[in-house]
């Protein structure tokens, strides 16, 4: 367990076993979370491009820009 003390202004030092557990670097940001019992969690607002990778599926099928031109012209003249 590790604490922290609040400053006047309402700041906190994360302390450096934290930081490294979240990979947190310089201007990263958190995000607080207060569960229904009225707990509250802290973790990273975003997550390094690496981390991102799979979370997608790839797309199916590629379209060029011909088509999508194609498909709004034919789109252009509906309401």
Known sequence: M???TVT???QVTI???IR???KLRTGG???FLVDPQGSVRIAPATAEAHQLKG???PAGKTVSL???QAAIE???GRS
């Open 66 to 68: 011909e088509d999508m």
């Open 29 to 31: 940001r958190l995000e």
């Open 20 to 22: 490294d557990y979240l």
């Open 15 to 17: 302390p450096k076993e």
């Open 8 to 10: 006047s202004k309402g």
């Open 74 to 76: 034919q789109e252009g």
């Open 55 to 57: 979370m997608i599926a």
């Open 2 to 4: 590790a604490t922290a």
